[in-house]
């Protein structure tokens, strides 16, 4: 069994839709433990460290400015193959083409502006999640 640790973000979108509940009541209903949470206004500092692979896209910027639209809720969860058990719970990155069933093809809404505002991010690999856990909670 591999029991691993992931990093979860509940978005502004997220947040402002009021899904904060509903995507934590899905960690918790798949078996998943909750190890820390808060609430956090994304700094730029962050967000150049958190999307560092993405940062010489054109499309950068936006992603900047979408994730400081509002605070964000930072989690760190645990369980067997949470990272890719959680990121098919999340589906796919545009809302439109995310299944029904997923938090992004439930709940997701395509916007006009063409920033993917799509409610949850989690760490794709080992290394990554080890990486933005410490980027969201420095002081653990
Ligand atoms: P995520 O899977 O967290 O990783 C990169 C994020 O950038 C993606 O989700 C989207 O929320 C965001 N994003 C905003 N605008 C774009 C865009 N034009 N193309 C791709 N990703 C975008």
Redesign the pocket.
Known sequence: MSREKTLI?I?PDGVQLGLVGESINRIERKGYQLEALKVVNASKDQLEHH?SE?IH?S?FR??EK?MQEGPIVAIIASGPHIIDVFHRMSGN?NPSLASFGTIRGDFGRESND?????IV?SSDNVEHAKEEIKIWFPEL
């Open positions: 973000l978005k999307y993405l896209k499309f936006e992603i979408y990155t063409g920033i993917i505002r799509n991010h």
